[in-house]
Structure formats: C-alpha cells, structure tokens
C-alpha cells in the first residue's frame, strides 16, 4: 500500500534553487549549520544522491549561497536597458544598491553566515566565489574609452581597481551588519560617498571626495 503512495505522489522538483533555500531556512530554524549531508537531506526529504547531482559538499552550499546573491543582483541590473550607457560611477551605484538590496532581503542568514564561531567579518571563506564574480564584473564596468586609450595605464589600474572595490565592498558590507539605521539608510550614504571617492582616484582628484568620506565616517564614529 505504502509502495502505490510513493508512485503516485507527485515527485518533489530539487535544483540547486531547492537545495539552497533549504539550506538557508536550515540554517536558520535551527540556529546551527547543518552538520552534515545526510542530516541536512533527511531534514529536507531529499535522496542523498539527487543532493551529490549538483553539489559536493555543503560548504559548495555555502559559497553558491552567495554566488546567487550576485547573479540575482546582476541579472536585475542587466534587465535596465540604459545600463551599458552609464558612466563607471552610476554604474558601480547601481551595483552596489541592488547588491545590498538582496542582501537586505536575506540579512538574518547573511548575519548568521558572517558571524558564526564569533569570527565576524574573519570568517570571509564562504565568499571565495563571490569574490571572483564580484572582480570579474568590475572588470566589465572598467572597461571603457578611458582605459582603452592607455594599455600601460589600464594594465596598472584594473587590477588595483579591481581589488580596490572588493575591499571597498567588504568595508561597506562590515558597516551595513552594524547599521541600526531605518531601511539601512546610513548606509545608502556610505555607499555613495565612498563610490565617489574610488572613482574619483581613477581621475586624479580624489583630495575633496576623501574629505567628504573622511567626515561622514568620523560623524558615524561619535554617535
């Protein structure tokens, strides 16, 4: 009897989309980390071996977690026809407000995945592939007349622009999990004058832009 249920029941549909929202919800529910794969499949009802189709281990979980983080961001901003027609600064905005508008929508996990083992911002191995992504974008939007015109210039400043903006994304990120702020509006702000600031030194005047952030942050400093 039991065997004509199971054939008839409609088949669960896993993915990686599955897998990972079940993860994340894991994890959240239970305030602790799945320990491990067999646990985490029987928790969520999923074949073991449907689990190894798309993932080896749950620490893949981990770091794809983020990797959807970015492409949703990107796929959103890619949907904006007038994109490509930005300058490098609207554009770096654009990514940043769409990239911490998703992780908005999942703080709790983003919170938890960040400061579990009381390691804080310590704990970045989970982001190994974002960061890829993260860099590999950057590139995209760098790419323009301004450093076209110039190899030598664009050879030296692409990849210090690159990792420029990823400890500038890390920076922001760090402000945004202590923001106490309503709708994280302080750092709406950060973003802003620090993107202002990044791309300012590609233009060689950057003494004004720092100045401004320099103030904003030494404001945030003493409240």
């Known amino acids: 009897m039991e065997t004509v249920k199971k054939s008839t029941a409609k088949k669960k ?22 320990k491990n794969v067999f646990l985490f499949c029987k928790e969520n009802k999923i074949v073991e071996s449907e689990f190894y189709t798309f993932y080896g281990s749950l620490d893949a979980v981990k770091q794809d977690v983020w990797i959807k983080f970015f492409e949703n961001a990107t796929a959103t901003i890619q949907k904006e026809e007038a994109f490509e027609s930005y300058s490098d600064k609207n554009k770096l905005l654009t990514l940043y407000f769409t990239l911490f508008e998703i992780l908005t929508l999942n703080r ?19 982001l190994k592939q974002f960061r890829n992504h993260f860099k590999d974008f950057i590139v995209t939007i760098i790419e323009s007349d301004a450093f076209e015109k110039n190899d030598k210039v664009a050879r030296v400043t692409k990849p210090i622009f ?18 106490s702020s309503k709708s994280f509006e302080k750092t709406d702000v950060l973003i802003e004058k620090s993107v202002n600031t990044i791309v300012d030194l590609l233009d060689t005047k950057p003494l004004e832009s720092l100045f401004d952030l320099g103030k904003f942050l030494w404001k945030e400093k003493r409240n």
């Open 162 to 179: 690159t990792e420029g903006a990823w400890i500038q994304f890390l920076f922001l990120l760090k402000f945004w999990m202590d923001d």
């Open 108 to 126: 709790s996990y983003v919170l938890f995945s960040l400061e579990e083992n009381k390691e804080g911002m310590k704990n970045l191995k989970n």
């Open 13 to 34: 549909l896993i993915d990686d989309n599955f897998i990972i929202t079940a993860y994340m919800n894991s994890t959240l529910e239970n305030n602790h980390e799945p």
